[in-house]
């Protein structure tokens, strides 16, 4: 179990001066669907677990903008999550917790401790024409305008981290380049750890998930001036007319992967397989009870699926807690085992 010292520091730390104390202090904006998930049929040979025996698993899904600010920017570029709970037959329930990028900023808790002090929102300026011609001829990429209505950002002291500790420099780059969803089903969510699944020969494997959306990734058009609040009404309108799919990929590790360190890719040949196809249908009435009180955690598992030794998933666990304590969520299932 991981240290809650560390834990309420971190979940301290991210709560951001805009956020809302009684919400979450990051993914603070969000919605949930329902549905339900079908394992492939070569699910059951690498996994034991129900949800990929059993023919159907309903699911609720929780997706959410990454920010800890408590205001709807649907617009801006920002990492968006997709956390899911698999309600099993036993009536216990498993979460997949998942993100749009690819890997995370740190290796231990204590180097995204470091981070997210350095990242503390501070004011945000543009830079005026002449200092943009100026970087450009020095070869410095010149910053990004601010969007309208946004004054404080996390990015100046990201990157200062990232020049500094070379382990942030891939998440800082992608997440500077994220860009924003036309959908939240029409963007590729991963749940960046290492899990072991284990078989039915008792075979343990080291394996990475990820949710590819069927209707394909699309980002809004970085030009055009970003639209504040429309994904929570384009989920409604979508799944009141058809519904939405994502496929569950699962990469196989190999010996010499880095598999307790989410911060470094695996080589992008490893094997993958299909493990089955999540289908969202409704929108939950009361987002209060469905979304906002709902509490996941990447440590509520079940049996077949086990965390690896990252020591980043392991403060999770108890972050989610001291997290979902803090704003008066339900608490996870996994707190009452
Ligand atoms: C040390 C690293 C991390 C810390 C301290 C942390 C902390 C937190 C906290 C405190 C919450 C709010 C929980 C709640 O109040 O219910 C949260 C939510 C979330 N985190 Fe993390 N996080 C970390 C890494 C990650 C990673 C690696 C991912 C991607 C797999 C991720 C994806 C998410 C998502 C999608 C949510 C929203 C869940 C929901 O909808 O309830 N986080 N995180």
New binding site residues.
């Given amino acids: 179990m991981g240290d809650s010292g560390i ?1 309420e520091k ?2 301290e730390v ?1 709560h951001r001066p805009d956020g809302d104390t009684a919400l ?4 603070t904006i ?1 919605i949930s669907a329902t549905g339900y998930f079908k394992p492939s049929p070569i699910a059951q040979n690498f996994c034991i677990a129900e949800h990929f025996r059993e023919k159907k698993t309903d699911v609720i899904v ?1 997706f ?1 903008n ?1 920010s800890g600010a408590a205001t709807v920017r649907d617009g801006w570029s920002d990492v968006r ?3 899911v709970r698999f309600h099993l037959s036993d009536k216990s329930d498993t979460d997949l ?3 749009t ?1 690819p890997e ?1 900023f ?1 290796p231990t ?1 204590e180097d ?1 401790l470091a981070f997210a002090k350095r990242a503390k929102p501070k004011p945000y300026k543009g830079e005026t024409p002449w200092q943009k011609i100026f970087n450009y001829l020095h070869l410095i990429l010149p910053k990004r305008d601010p969007y309208p209505g946004e004054t404080i950002s996390p990015d100046e002291g990201a990157i200062e981290f990232a020049d500094q500790n070379a382990h942030a420099q891939l998440g800082v780059v992608q997440a500077a380049a994220i860009g924003a969803p036309v959908s939240y089903v029409r963007a590729a969510y ?4 290492t899990f072991i699944i284990t078989d039915p020969n008792k075979t343990r494997r080291w394996v990475r998930f990820a949710w590819q959306p069927i209707a394909g990734v699309l980002e809004t058009n970085p030009n055009l001036p970003p639209v504040d609040d429309f994904l929570q009404q384009e989920l409604k309108d979508r799944l009141s007319a058809e519904t939405a799919r994502f496929s569950l990929m699962m990469t196989i590790g190999e010996v010499g992967d880095d598999f307790n360190n ?1 911060a470094r890719p695996w080589p992008p040949h490893r094997k993958r397989i299909m493990m089955g196809t999540l289908t969202l249908n409704a929108v939950p009435e009361d987002q209060i009870e469905h979304s906002e009180k ?3 955690n ?1 440590g509520l598992l079940t049996d077949g699926i086990e965390m690896s030794d990252d020591p ?1 998933l392991k ?2 666990v108890d ?2 807690k ?3 304590a803090w ?1 008066s ?1 339900t608490p ?1 299932p996994f707190s009452q085992r």
């Fill in positions: 834990a971190l979940v991210l979450r202090p990051v993914h969000g929780r959410s990454g999550g997709m956390a917790i998942a993100m990028l995370f740190s808790p995204f991963h749940a960046v750890h989410s709902l509490s996941f990447p980043v403060v999770r972050a989610y001291v997290s979902s704003r969520g996870c």
